[in-house]
């Protein structure tokens, strides 16, 4: 019979119990609940807390699965949503940018432009206005290339 001459103190306990794998389809359900966490909330404030609770995760065990599984960080993700959103509303609405700022869940239309520029390549308005005249061709992320 074997017996433990000395504890593992709390932290190794800590990370042996966050760094043990979930079952994989515990790991996925987690990841789908936090999906739609995000689709149905990417308007409002939410925080990887928030996603995290949702998935019924450790923020931190939950960050490193969600990454494994899509690829990209929750809070990646959570733009990404945003993003798309706004290219859509840009294209099939009327709303002014400041509107569709706060429909995607941006506070402030600088935070959002800033964002909306450094990804799409143009500012909001242009977006739309390229997509009106057709020179933006489907709507797409990339830009299409000059023949």
């Known amino acids: 019979m074997t017996t433990i001459t000395q504890t593992p103190t709390a932290p190794a306990v800590i990370s042996l119990v966050q760094d043990a794998p979930a079952h994989p389809d515990q790991a996925f359900e987690a990841v789908e609940r936090a999906r739609a966490f995000i689709h149905e909330n990417f308007s409002e404030n939410i925080t990887i807390d928030d996603i995290a609770r949702a998935a019924m995760f450790s923020k931190f065990h939950f960050t490193r699965v969600f990454k494994k599984i899509t690829g990209m960080t929750p809070g990646a ?44 390549g143009v500012s909001p308005t242009s977006y739309r206005n390229l997509c009106r005249l057709g020179a933006w061709g489907n709507g797409e992320l990339e830009p299409p290339r000059a023949a």
């Open 77 to 120: 993700y959570l733009s990404n949503v945003r993003l798309q959103e706004s290219m859509r509303l840009l294209r099939t609405t009327d709303l002014k940018v400041i509107d569709i700022t706060h429909e995607v869940g941006y506070s402030g239309i600088g935070t959002f432009s800033s964002r909306f520029s450094a990804e799409v």
